[in-house]
């Protein structure tokens, strides 16, 4: 009897062993490893050498650091509310019956599967202040805003001015919320029809179903999406890499993880990035945790 | 009521057209602009659709750049309009183009002077034979090699200049052999008058590194001036540009999307089927391996009991947290240490080591199939690798489908992977060769940049549509099973 469960054991433990393997060489490895560097001076071409909390107060200290903390969270701020509501609003617009949907959906999808460093392309000559798209279509705007006022407001160089860095990494940002939109979509096809009928005999307009019905039913992938969008916002780095290089006009754009990776790579200060990798850990967990905290009280289970 | 709907209907449209508008312009823009010459990606306000202007020259019509076309033109707006064009001379029968030197082009006000200097490219050609190559004076080891590489050969010749310690016979010089694309072969010394002189004709002759210049002075009127299309500017030798301006009404225009932009930018980023055969390589390593190791490590977690499962499953969903900026530098260290930096290694091995993501994804799948179905087996004495493989994972072929496209996709748009660990340009994929390829250039030909840009897009975008529904319903198993 007792070498029945042994057997299987065995069994599973050859099954998850690829897995195992990964977790101590590529994930505990790598974890106890930075903790360590993050306490040293380490530049890769010799041994680290342990300085104690040396790198956690000279990053104190830096501040080109608190500069990129400042740009990431500022980002986070705008990217993350910003794009859970407009793809919950897009979500809600793609599950309307309305013919052609399908088609509808694969164009809000599609940006989301583009390689970021096309996409990077793509916004370097969209923003550009001399010849970009966006200028041109914002030229009847700005127009009519200087017409009104009396005023010469031209339209700006989006990816120098150094106010506008941030705000263009949103925009463009914006533009790739496909894959939450997809999850959102799902979860509004499980909301039952039965209870916006009922709230329309009861008068209730779509603004009042969205608010009261749609947004407590699925308010658990509303979390989801909290979470991942947390997750993403704070390690932003292919966009802001190459469309700012260096951080962009006055770092304006100098995103954290940006900094970690001059830090490890161009200036070969390993155990310097280590300890700011640390950091950046710890804030996202204590936004999560935040989150968490928070939307405890607001989200509804069905099964509970 | 009705006409609530009919009002809804209308504003549920409008909405998704214009949503929709907004999310497909980057691409439509990048694909347009992929089709345009370099003065229309540029052009403020832009053109959309790419053109060739036409206006009549001499009764001919001829092609011509239209950079700054006014807005809204009337018929008889004025239009600056370039025009390419080259001096041509006679020599020998054959006509030459010729560049006019700075300074014999007459000045405003200043009358024309009947002579002007002119400058022309050629270059020297020689072929040698058996007999040419014994004459020389080097030793029989070089000549065998001179048999192989120059004998019977009809290739551009440079002569340079002899050094003083061992000059070549009277009547002979020393000569830079070189192959048509501009490699250099050889150097031997070769009898003068095996060498002819060819006149060049083409840009890439005149830009060669074996092409040398003469200047001439002639009368003007020995001169013709020869107008090219428009689409030739920058490709044709001794380039002159007329700048004139004509009334809108002049002009005319038919749409002509230029898809030699996509050759031109496979050219320009050097070495393009390097970074596509390292991208597929890595795609197709990186899906087998998470395919393979990720459904084992699934069907350990899901179709097997065992204690402490359900607990390290707990660490699974874990690991997902950890931000890979974390990991990256020990990752890097080691990697280093092993000496795989410089090699596509650290981007394929990790993944035969099952990606958390996945054996979520997977575990949630193997745990909808009936359990009867495999414990009829197990009891007919099947072993667990056989139930897992010929039972679970022909069931779960969806599921796998989701895994390998998921992965093929992040692979293909992977930058920080390769960014870190790649050093070679012959290692690059594509992501880091379209990048490579503009910082190069600094960011001015724009089509091209956009040409190269579409070519790495398209087949994520074709592959999307060929497998749309397993891919959506991939994303929506993320959310609504989390």
């Not at chain 2, 530098?329 to 993944?351: C, N």
């Amino acid at each position: 009897m007792m070498r029945m469960p042994r057997k299987e054991t065995l069994t599973a433990l050859m099954f998850i062993s690829p897995w195992l393997i990964g977790l101590a060489v590529f994930t505990l490895y790598p974890l106890a490893a930075s903790l360590y560097y993050s306490f040293t001076d380490f530049d890769v071409l010799s041994k680290p050498v342990w300085i104690g909390g040396g790198n956690y107060a000279d990053m104190a200290r830096d501040s080109v650091f608190w500069q990129s903390l400042y740009n990431t969270l500022f980002y986070a701020a705008f990217a993350i509310p910003l794009g859970l509501i407009l793809s919950l609003l897009v979500a809600v617009l793609l599950n309307q019956a309305a013919k052609g949907q399908s088609v509808f959906r694969t164009l809000f999808f599609l940006p989301s599967i583009v390689p970021l460093v096309a996409v990077s392309m793509i916004w370097m000559f969209v923003f550009n202040g001399d010849f970009g798209l966006l200028n041109y279509l914002l030229t009847p705007v700005f127009d009519a805003v200087n017409g009104v006022l009396g005023t010469e407001y031209q339209p700006p160089n989006w990816l120098v001015a150094s106010h506008l860095t941030k705000p263009t990494l949103i925009l463009a940002g914006l533009w790739q919320i496909g894959g939450t939109v997809i999850i959102f979509l799902a979860s509004l096809q499980d909301v039952p029809r039965s209870l916006y009928e009922s709230a329309e005999l009861d008068g209730a307009n779509p603004a009042h179903r969205l608010w009261h019905i749609t947004v407590p039913i699925i308010s658990p992938v509303i979390y989801f999406n909290l979470i991942i969008g947390i997750i993403n916002a704070m390690q932003i780095f292919v966009t802001p890499f190459i469309l700012m290089p260096d951080g962009g006009t006055d770092r304006s754009a100098l995103m954290y993880t940006v900094y970690l990776y001059d830090n490890a790579f161009r200036f070969n200060q390993m155990g310097y990035a280590s300890a700011m990798a640390w950091v950046m850990f710890l804030i996202i967990v204590v936004l999560t945790w935040g989150a968490t905290r928070l939307s405890r009280k607001h989200i509804y289970y069905a099964g509970a | 009521m009705q006409r609530k709907h009919l009002l809804m209907r209308i504003v549920t449209y409008t909405l998704l057209l214009i949503g929709a508008g907004v999310f497909a312009m980057p691409l439509i823009w990048m694909v347009l602009t992929a089709l345009k010459p370099v003065d229309q990606a540029m052009a403020n306000p832009p053109t959309f659709v790419p053109l060739r202007w036409y206006t009549e020259l001499d009764g001919q019509r001829l092609q011509v750049g239209v950079i700054d076309l006014p807005e809204a033109p009337a018929d008889d707006t004025p239009v600056p309009v370039q025009m390419v064009s080259q001096w041509r001379l006679d020599v020998a029968g054959e006509s030459v183009p010729v560049a006019l030197v700075t300074g014999s082009d007459p000045l405003p006000g200043v009358p024309a002077v009947d002579e002007v200097e002119v400058k022309l490219s050629y270059h020297r050609r020689a072929t040698l034979d058996a007999a040419a190559i014994d004459a020389m004076a080097i030793n029989d080891r070089n000549k065998e090699l001179a048999r192989g590489w120059l004998m019977g050969r009809d290739l551009p010749v440079r002569v340079v200049e002899a050094d003083s310690v061992d000059p070549p016979p009277a009547g002979w010089v020393l000569a830079a052999f070189y192959k048509d694309d501009g490699t250099f072969l050889w150097r031997v010394p070769v009898p003068e008058p095996l060498l002819r002189k060819v006149y060049n004709t083409d840009a890439d002759r005149v830009g060669a590194s074996y092409s040398e210049t003469e200047l001439r002075t002639v009368a003007r009127s020995e001169l013709l001036q020869v107008f090219h299309p428009w689409d030739e500017h920058e490709r044709i030798p001794f380039e002159e540009l007329e700048s004139v301006t004509l009334p809108f009404s002049a002009l005319d225009s038919t749409v002509a999307p230029r898809f030699e932009n996509f050759g031109r930018s496979i050219d320009e980023m050097e070495m393009f089927n390097t970074y596509l055969f390292n991208t597929l390589f890595l795609c197709l390593l990186t899906v087998v391996g998470t395919v393979i190791s990720s459904a084992m490590v699934a069907y350990g977690f899901s179709r097997l009991d065992w204690p402490g499962r359900d607990k390290l499953f707990g660490v699974v969903l874990a690991t997902m947290m950890i931000p890979f900026p974390v990991l990256m530098v020990p990752m890097y260290a080691l990697f280093r240490e092993m000496g795989w930096i410089g090699s596509l290694k650290p981007l394929w091995v990790p993944f035969f080591f099952a990606g958390a993501f996945n054996v979520f994804l997977l575990r949630q799948f193997f745990m909808t199939i009936p359990r009867d179905i495999t414990e009829a087996a197990r009891i007919d004495g099947c072993s667990e690798l056989r139930i897992f493989l010929q039972i679970i994972l022909p069931l779960a072929k969806p599921a796998l489908m989701v895994v390998a496209l998921f992965q093929f996709m992040a692979t293909w748009n992977d930058f920080l992977g390769p960014q870190i660990y790649l050093a070679d340009q012959e290692d690059f994929t594509l992501a880091l060769g379209l990048l490579r390829f503009q910082s190069q250039h600094g960011g001015t030909p724009w089509h091209l940049i956009m040409a190269a840009s579409t070519l790495v897009v398209m087949p994520v975008i074709v592959l999307f549509f060929v497998t749309q529904r397993t891919f959506i319903e991939g994303i929506s198993m993320t959310g609504s099973k989390g």
